[in-house]
């Protein structure tokens, strides 16, 4: 059986660790330490443009986490992305997460 592709969006992912270094007190995000614990069946939040949406990760590895859209998105024909579309991700992409026991 041939793996599912993984979809590349046609814009960037916004990049939550430089958003939160300019913004620290307005844009948070989960810390370096809770981004290395991300597993299989948690739930990570991303955004591309100007979509924020869930992935459920579905794989990890170093510097990348692999997740299919989790959730209905309104700027498909911007991104390129929909429902249930594989896509891979880095960690400095995470603006918010859930584990599998709740919010992290």
Do not use: Q
Not at 10 to 23: K, Q, R
Not at 36 to 41: D, S
Not at 45 to 55: M, Q
Not at 58 to 70: H, M, N, Q, R
Request: net charge negative; proline share 6%; with cysteine.
């Amino acid at each position: 059986m041939d793996a599912p592709d993984i979809k590349t969006p046609t814009v960037a992912f916004l990049d939550g660790d430089e958003m939160h270094d300019i913004y620290p007190r307005t844009f948070e995000i989960p810390s370096a330490r809770r981004k290395a614990a991300i597993r299989p069946g948690d739930s990570v939040k991303v955004c591309a443009a100007g979509e924020r949406f869930w992935l459920l990760v579905t794989s990890t590895a170093y510097c990348e986490i692999v997740g299919t859209v989790d959730n209905d998105l309104v700027r498909t024909e911007e991104h390129g992305l929909a429902y249930g579309d594989l896509v891979r991700v880095e960690p400095r992409h995470v603006i918010a997460l859930e584990c599998r026991g709740g919010v992290a």
